[in-house]
């Protein structure tokens, strides 16, 4: 079926192009992701710390990061780094843009996470002469993560959806070779909309996992 609205064979004949695409969005999310979590863990500490010269810079560098927009952020590293003379490829620029934007969410549900623990769960792990170590292993962050993990999950979620930036320095994700497409067929209706489904229904089936976990571990603690 044919109209000049949706054509139907076209949208079928592009499908393979769009999923094979989707597997390069889904890799810089979950590499963007791990590095934001591996990020955050520090600057939660910093953020956490009892010395000024430690907590004001970080609280400040957070705040800038999570005020400043990502795109940003994006260009800044690609373009106006080399300047200073160091130059990143697009697929570095991008990662570490993606990373350290959101290390600044992750922090933040790390240190909520912790937060929540009643400081008398150190207390009663000192008195049973735990160490600190195993204080935290044992006792603090199994009733941590209840709070952290459906905050990750969102965060998750927001960075995959904000992968299509990435097109403005031409990493070839979903969203660019939608366009691509869209520019050599002069149809942009069917692959910008089976993009949008694929982001979707990857995000309704992301939030149901989190869901889920939410649900494990609030009936493990």
Known sequence: MKSAIWDWSFAASIVPTLLAATGTTLLMTALAFVGALILGAPIAVARTSRRRWIE??????VEFIRSTPLL??????????????LTLSALSAGLIALSLH????????????????????????AA????????YIKVV???ALVPIVPALGNHLIALFKETPLLSAIAIIEILQTAKLIGAESFR??????????????????????????????????
């Open 56 to 61: 004001r810079p970080t609280r400040w560098g």
């Open 72 to 85: 940003i952020q994006i260009y800044a590293l690609y373009f106006a780094l080399p300047a200073t003379g």
């Open 102 to 125: 959101y290390a600044t969410y992750t922090s933040e549900a790390y240190r909520a996470g912790l937060a929540s623990v009643p400081q008398g769960q150190w207390e009663a792990a």
């Open 128 to 135: 049973l002469g735990l160490r600190p170590i195993a204080a």
């Open 141 to 143: 962050m199994p009733q």
């Open 188 to 221: 942009y209706t069917e692959p910008i909309t089976i993009v949008g489904v694929v982001f979707l229904l990857l995000s309704l089936g992301s939030a149901a996992l989190v869901h889920r976990a939410e649900r494990y571990l609030g009936r493990w603690r």
